[in-house]
C-alpha cells in the first residue's frame, strides 16, 4: 500500500558523534574532502546509496551501527577534529575581514538574490548554469569571508530529473522533496516559532511563507516555501517548480522572491543580529521586485525593517527612496538576447503591484520602471537596470554585448558609454577540481590558507600524463555506469546489456560536451556532417569518444529533437561505443566530466554564450578547450591553452553558417587535436603535455570564483556601499538632494541647447597633436553651470560624419555672454591623422552619480 503523506525524522546520535549533525547540515562539507571522507567511512555502502548526502546517511545508519562508531576512538576524534575545524573555519579573521582593516567602508553585508542556486545535487534548487554560478558566488563568499546574505526560493520538486524513452524522446520526472530530509532548518524568531512573511498577492488575498535556512560555509540561504497551510491551494503551488506555470505563476514567484526576500531578510537579520545588508546585488532580472520593497520601506519611513522611531528618519518621498535604494544596490545581467529577458504584460503586472502589496508607491511609476519598446510590456531587466547605480555582465565580451542590447535605454550616447561593466565569472576550485590535481598543486584559492603543492613548471611530463591517464579512466568507469543504468529505464533487458561493458577506452582521446539545450547552444552541430563525425570516432589510429548530456526545457519541443537525433546516432551499435548521450546532467555527473574529459567542446553562435563557465571547470582539471571565441574563452584563449573553433561572423544565412563552422571544427579535431594527444615519444605526447601545463598554470588561477568575488568586493559592492553610507547620512540628505537635482534637470533638460559651437588655432597645414581650441555657447535653461559638464568630442568621422574613436574632454565654463547663455572652452590636441570632426555636448553633473550617463540624459551641439 502507498503512503498518504511522507516525512522525514532524523537520527539520535550519540554524545560523542552529536557533531556530525552539523557537519551535515552545513553544506560546507560539499567543497571540504576531509568532511566527505568522514562520512563515507561511517557506512561505505550506504554512503553511495544515499547518493554521498550526509542527511539521509545519518538517517540510515542503523542505531548499532552508530553505538559502535561512538566507541571507536578514531570516529570520535576525527568528528571533533572536524567539527572543531568547522568552527574555526566559520568564525575566523578570513580574507575579507583582513581586508576590511585597511578598507573600514567595505560593507558589513551584502544581500544576494538569485532565482536558483546549484550549492549541491542534494539540494536541487538550480537548472543550469545561473544557479550553478549562483552557488560558486556563494562558496567563494564564504571561502574569502564576505558576509553575504543569500536569497531564494525553495522548489518543493527542484527542477526536473531527465530520462529517456526507447526512441530517445526526453522524459521529466519531478520528485517530491521533504525540506526536513534537506541539510535545512526553519527560521524561527525569537519565540522560537517559524518565521513568516506575508506577501499581498490580486483579489485581496495574501501569500505567506516560512523561510527555509541552508547554511553554505559562512553564508547563510534563505529560502521562502509557500507550501504550508495558510495558503490556499493555489497559493501553495507557488514555489512548487523552477521555471514551471505560466506568466501569473511566474510573476507570482518573482514577487515573492523580490518583495517577499526583502521580508525575509529583515526578518533574519532581527532573530540572529546580524548587520542589515549595505548593498543589495540582484541576479539576474527574476528578483528585482526587491527594490520596489526597499522603495516602499524608505517611504513609509522603516529603513532596514526598523520603526521609523527607532531611527529617527524622517519618511522620503518616492524619488528620494529611488535615489538611496539605486545607490547600494548592484545589478547583474547574465542574458545575451533580448528573448531571454522575462517581460509581462503592462495589465498584468498593474494587477499585481497594488497598494496592498505597495502601499504609498504611485503604480505609474512602478510600471515606468520596466518600460520599454513595447508600451504594453514590462520588462524585468530595464526595471532591474533603473533600480541599479551599478550594473554588469559576465564577461568582458558580454558586457559589450549587454551595452548594445540595452543602448536604447541611453540614446544619444556611444555604445561604449552606456553604464554597464563586465566581471567575469569563475567556479569554485574546491568543488570542481579532483583532488589529485590539489594534492600534486596546492590550494587552487589564491592566498589558499591549506597546504601549497608544485607549480605545473616543476611537475614532469610523465606525470602530469599519468595523471590525466588515472582521471579519464575513472570516467569511464562512470560512463559504462551510466550507460548501462540508462539502458535499463529506457526498457532494455540485462542480458541484451553486455556491450556496455566495453563502452568507451581508457586510452582514447575523449571529448565532453555537456550542457543545457537551448538552441544557440548548438548541440547538433556536431552531426552536420554524420559520415565525417563516424570517421573521426572510428578512426583506427586516432580514435574519438564523445560525451553528451544536456537537458532541454520541458516546454521547448525543439531542444527535445535535438537530443532526439544525438540519441539516435549514439544508438547505432556500429558507434556505440564511441558516443554516449548520459541522461539527467546534473552536478554529480558534471564532477566526472571536468575532472576527465580531455577536451571541452563548445560551439555556440557567436556572441550568445555570456560567459559559459563549463570549460573553466574542465581546464581547473587539466582539460583543454575546443570553443567558439565567446563568453570567457574570447578574452581568456590565448592560443595555447586549447582551440578556438573560426566563427563564421557576418554570414546571415544560419545554415551556411552552421556548415561553415562545422566543417572548421572536423578540421581541427583531425588535424591539432588528435595528432596532439596521440604523437608520442616514450609513451608520453609531449606536445599535449605541455598545452596542459600551460592551462594550469595561466587558467587555473584566472577562472577562480574567488577572483571573481574579490572583483564584486572591490569594484562593486566597496563602491556601492559608499554610495549608500552617503545617501542616508545626515537623514538621508544626499538622496533627497539627488532627488531635487533630478527635478531640477527633468524641467530644464528639454529646453537646454548648444547654440553655438566654433574652433580656431589651428595652422594651414594641422598634424597630429595639434592645439585646437574650441568654445560654444550653451543655454542652461535656468539650470546652474555645475548642475551640467560641456565637452568637446573629437574623433575619426566617416562620409556620414559619424565619429569614430573620439576623444572626450570637458570644457571650462568661461562666463555668462552678453546676449544670454553660457560660454565654455577648451583646448584639445588633435587625436589622430586623417579625416577628423569634432562637436560639443552637455551631460548632466553631480557628486553622487556614478557616472554622467547614468541618468540616460546628454544633448549634442545641432
Known sequence: MRALRRFTVRAQLPTQLAPLQTLATNLRWTWHAPTRDLFASLDPEAWERCGQDPVRLLGEIPSSRLAELATDAETVVTVRELADELGDYLAGPRWYQDSRE????????????????????????????????????????????????????????GYFRQSLSLDGWQLEHYPALDPQGLPLQLLTGADDEPVHVQVAMPDDRTLTARVWQAQVGRVPLLLLDTDIEDNEADLRGITDRLYGGDQDHRISQEILI????????????????????????????????????????????????????????????????LAAVRAGTVFTTHTPVPAGIDRFGLDLVRRYLTDRLLPGLPTDRLLALGAEENPETFNMAHMGLRLAQRANGVSRLHGAVSRGMFGGMWDGFDQDEVPIGSVTNGVHGHTWEAREITALLGDPTPGGRHHAGSAPSEV????????????????????????????????????????????????VLTVGFARRV????????????????????LDPHRPVQLIVAGKSHPADDGGKALIQQIVRFADDPEVRDRIVFLPDYDMSMARYLYWGCDVWLNNPL??????????????????????IRDGWWDELYDGSNGWAIPTADGVEDPTRRDDLEANALYELLATQVTPAFYDRTDGVPTRWVELVRHTLETLRPQVQATRMVGEYVHDWYLPAARAAAEAVADDYAAARDVAGYRARLNAAWNKLQVTGVDASGLPDTPVVGSPMTVRATVDLAGLDPADVTVEAVVGRVDDTD???????????????????????????????????GYTVRVLPQHPHLASSAELAKVVLAG
Not at 146 to 151: D, E, T
Open 518 to 537: 537551448p538552441t544557440y547552444k548548438r548541440l547538433t552541430l556536431m552531426l552536420r556532417d554524420p559520415d565525417r563525425l563516424r570517421s573521426l570516432l
Open 802 to 836: 559619424e565619429l569614430a574613436e573620439p576623444t572626450t574632454v570637458a570644457m571650462e565654463h568661461a562666463g555668462a555672454c552678453d546676449g544670454g547663455g553660457d560660454r565654455y572652452e577648451v583646448v584639445v590636441p588633435l587625436p589622430h591623422a586623417g579625416l577628423t
Open 258 to 321: 523580490g518583495v517577499g526576500g526583502v521580508r525575509a531578510v529583515r526578518a533574519y537579520c532581527a532573530a540572529t543580529g546580524h548587520p542589515s545588508p549595505e548593498v543589495f546585488h540582484t541576479n539576474e532580472g527574476h528578483a528585482g521586485f526587491l527594490g520596489l520593497e526597499r522603495i516602499r520601506e524608505l517611504v513609509a519611513g522603516v529603513p532596514g525593517g526598523a520603526s521609523a522611531e527607532s531611527n529617527g528618519s524622517t519618511p522620503l518621498d518616492f524619488d528620494q527612496a
Open 606 to 627: 557567436r556572441p550568445l554564450e555570456a560567459c559559459g563557465t563549463s570549460g573553466m571547470k574542465s581546464a581547473l582539471n587539466g582539460g583543454l578547450n575546443l570553443s
Open 460 to 507: 614532469s611530463d610523465g606525470e602530469l600524463w599519468a595523471l590525466r591517464n588515472t582521471l579519464r579512466s575513472r570516467l569511464v568507469d562512470e560512463v559504462r555506469r551510466r550507460v548501462r543504468a540508462a539502458w535499463l529505464e529506457r526498457g532494455a533487458s540485462t542480458p541484451e546489456l553486455g556491450w556496455t561493458d566495453h563502452v568507451f577506452d581508457p586510452g
Open 102 to 157: 585597511d578598507t573600514p567602508d567595505l560593507p558589513g553585508a551584502v544581500a544576494y538574490f538569485s532565482m536558483e542556486f546549484g550549492v549541491s545535487e542534494v539540494l536541487p534548487n538550480y537548472s543550469g548554469g545561473l544557479g550553478v554560478l549562483a552557488g560558486d558566488h556563494l562558496k567563494a563568499a564564504s571561502d574569502l569571508g564576505v558576509p553575504l546574505i543569500a536569497v531564494g526560493l525553495l522548489y518543493r520538486s
